[in-house]
Every structure is written in structure tokens, then in C-alpha cells.
């Protein structure tokens, strides 16, 4: 990434039913992949990650003078054969497809994500067969907003119908604040 420096914040291990956020509420025990199309954080879920991981006002107001993002560090556990992550090219995907997303967590917290209304030119990449050793960056946030750079990735578990009855997707995530 050519950043000078990288704070995980965050961690979360998937495995189980990817039908997760139908049952009871705060079920976090077998949270699987999510087969909606989103990015983690929109361009002000970001902002609330630095506030609230910074909580210094002063330093928050510096470290916004320069550019910095999140990057989620993603792997599976075991390769993947159900359930593979796919990435969609950002160049295809216009802010106007981004539909913002609150996420109210048990103490009350607020996040905001994106979900990504479908289009035709969206175009959609996953590895198959991935294998522990096969590591992804996801680009979550980059404040970076010249037209050539890609501020996000959307993302999403697709279902393979060749391997709806394979054993679940196990993977883990680490979500990074970059800074350059």
C-alpha cells in the first residue's frame, strides 16, 4: 500500500450459515459470509471508525489533513469452496450505485456501510478454490478522491451452485486504518 503506518483496529472470524443476520438479533456466534453486495464502511462510516478508534480531537484533525483509508486483511481458514468472496472492479461501480446503510450495534453505536444497487457494468472477480495462503486487501476507505483512485471495493460471498452442499466458508479479517 506504500502506507507508513497501519493500526488493526478490529478482527472478525466467519464461519457457519451465511443466512446469519436472519436469526435472533446480536447472534454474532456463527456469523457467515454475507452474500449482499456492500463495503464495510461509506465514505462517513469511515470517519466514525477514526473518531471513535482516535479519540483525540486534535490528533483525528491532523491525521484527516493527510490522506488515509481501511483496508481489511482477508484470508480463509481452509479453502474455500462454498461461498467464495468476490470483489467488484471500482472503476465499474459509481457512487450513485451506493446506497448508505445504518448498522446499530447492541450498545447503542452507530456505523454506516454501503450497499450496492446491481447494475449490468458492475463487474464481479472471486478466485476459485482459494487457499489459506491466499491473502486479500479490501480497500474499504481511501480519502484519496482524485478521479483515478479507486476509494473503495464492493464485496460480497456469491453462491456457487456446484457447491451449495459443501461444508462453510471459514475465513478472518483484519481491519486496518492506513495511513500515508
Not at 123 to 128: D, I, Q, S, T, V
Not at 149 to 158: D, E, L, S, Y
Request: charged share 30%; with cysteine; hydrophobic share 35%.
Amino acid at each position: 500500500t506504500g502506507a507508513s503506518r497501519v493500526f488493526a483496529f478490529d478482527h472478525r472470524v466467519r464461519r457457519g450459515p451465511s443466512d446469519w443476520h436472519e436469526i435472533p438479533v446480536y447472534n454474532v456466534r456463527h456469523r457467515g459470509p454475507l452474500h449482499r453486495a456492500h463495503v464495510d464502511q461509506s465514505y462517513a462510516g469511515a470517519e466514525m471508525v477514526l473518531r471513535k478508534k482516535v479519540p483525540d480531537a486534535d490528533q483525528v484533525g491532523g491525521l484527516m489533513q493527510r490522506r488515509w483509508g481501511i483496508v481489511n486483511i482477508w484470508r480463509p481458514i481452509k479453502p474455500v469452496h462454498k461461498d467464495p468472496l468476490a470483489l467488484c472492479d471500482a472503476r465499474t461501480v459509481s457512487d450513485v450505485d451506493l446506497v448508505p446503510g445504518s448498522i446499530i450495534l447492541q450498545s447503542g453505536q452507530r456505523r454506516e456501510s454501503w450497499t450496492v444497487k446491481p447494475k449490468p457494468e458492475h463487474r464481479w472477480y472471486f478466485k476459485y478454490q482459494q487457499q489459506p495462503d491466499e491473502v486479500v486487501l479490501i480497500k474499504c476507505f481511501d480519502s484519496d478522491n482524485s478521479p483515478e483512485m479507486a476509494r473503495r471495493a464492493p464485496h460480497c460471498a456469491v453462491e456457487d451452485p456446484d457447491a451449495k452442499e459443501g461444508e462453510w466458508r471459514e475465513s478472518v479479517e483484519v481491519r486496518c486504518l492506513v495511513f500515508w
